[in-house]
């Protein structure tokens, strides 16, 4: 059975961490006026704390949202996202710049992520793990307004790898994601999941 390549666009999630930020901001203020209304130095100390975390969270993901504004919606494509141990696939992504934009660099990677959460009375931790098990590098540079760049990779899920996982307190997770920098910008990154099965590849 042939299997057919799969297209993909960046997402919006920026807009939901502005949206968490702005209510993180504003439920700090009502707590910091009320601290300021009763007197309280450190009820007022810890309140703009958390309202200045708020404005950090915000800030930042309008940040992400100019960088992904500037940089575009490049074309990703897999040629599978459902694969065994071991098989190969290939990634290629086409992009037209929308403006001008300097970028320093160009990364592509395959990416096995682990998450495990651990519960010690009433105490929970989350332990999250990457391993970049193929990395491509691109040389960026400053492109203008309609300049066009067109990549291709030959990427393989390792003959030894875990395949994906999801249940109650662990999580093995496969992604390839494409990351490119803009100086005194957050990165603009795109990231697809890719579900490995629990067999070889014949």
Partial sequence: MTKRPLQFTPTSGPGCLIFFGLFWTAMSAIFFVISLSQGSVVSVVLSGGFMLIGVVITGYSVLTLYTRAR????????????????EPFSLSYVHTFPQAVRVDEIVVQLVFKETAVY???????????????????????HFQPGNLISKSYSLQ???DGMHSLSVRRNKLEWFVRLRMSVPRLPDFVEQIELTVRPELVP
């Fill in 119 to 141: 519960q010690r009375g009433t105490d929970t931790r989350t332990v999250t793990h990457e391993e970049v098990i193929a990395e491509f590098q691109e040389p960026g540079r």
């Fill in 157 to 159: 899920i390792p003959a």
């Fill in 71 to 86: 940089v575009g919606k490049p074309e990703i494509t897999v040629s599978s996202r459902l694969l065994c141990v071991g």
